[in-house]
C-alpha cells in the first residue's frame, strides 16, 4: 500500500506561482509513476504531468506546457509539480497519483493508477 498525501494548493492571483508537494509513504518502492491530475467542477479528470519514479523526462499535458514543472525527491519519497503563470482555467482540486504500471503504460488514464492522495485545491482569480 502506498499513502498519498498533497498539500500546498491555495488561492493567487493570475500570474503568481505555487508549488504543489506530494508526500508518499508506505511500500512506496511498488510505484513506478507519478503524476499529477487535476478536476475542475463539472469536468472530468484529466492528467497534468507525469514523471518515472526512477526518472527519466516528464511529461505535460498541452495546457501546461512552460509554465509547470514536475520534479522528484526519491530520498524523501516526495514529488512536486511547481506551477508559474498560474491562470484562471488552472483552477482545480489538485491530485497526486501513484500507477504500478510505467508512465508509457499509464499514460494519463485514472484507471491505471493505483494510489491517489486526497487533493488540494488551487484557486487562480483574475
Known amino acids: 500500500q502506498v499513502q498519498l498525501v498533497e498539500s500546498g494548493g491555495g488561492s493567487v492571483q493570475a500570474g503568481g506561482s505555487l508549488r504543489l508537494i506530494c508526500a508518499a509513504s508506505?511500500?512506496?518502492?511498488?510505484?513506478?509513476?507519478m503524476a499529477w491530475f487535476r478536476q475542475a467542477p463539472g469536468k472530468e479528470r484529466g492528467g497534468v504531468a507525469r514523471?518515472?519514479?526512477?526518472?527519466?523526462?516528464?511529461v505535460y499535458a498541452d495546457s501546461v506546457k512552460g509554465r509547470f514543472t514536475i520534479s522528484q525527491d526519491n530520498a524523501k519519497n516526495a514529488v512536486y509539480l511547481q506551477m508559474n503563470s498560474l491562470k484562471p482555467e488552472d483552477t482545480a482540486l489538485y491530485y497526486c497519483?501513484?500507477?504500478?504500471?510505467?508512465?508509457?503504460?499509464?499514460?494519463?488514464?485514472?484507471?491505471?493508477?493505483?494510489?491517489w492522495g486526497q487533493g488540494t485545491q488551487v484557486t487562480v482569480s483574475s
Open positions: 508506505g511500500y512506496t518502492r511498488s510505484r513506478n509513476c
Open positions: 497519483a501513484a500507477s504500478l504500471r510505467l508512465c508509457e503504460l499509464a499514460t494519463y488514464a485514472p484507471s491505471r493508477y493505483n494510489y
Open positions: 514523471i518515472a519514479a526512477g526518472g527519466g523526462a516528464p
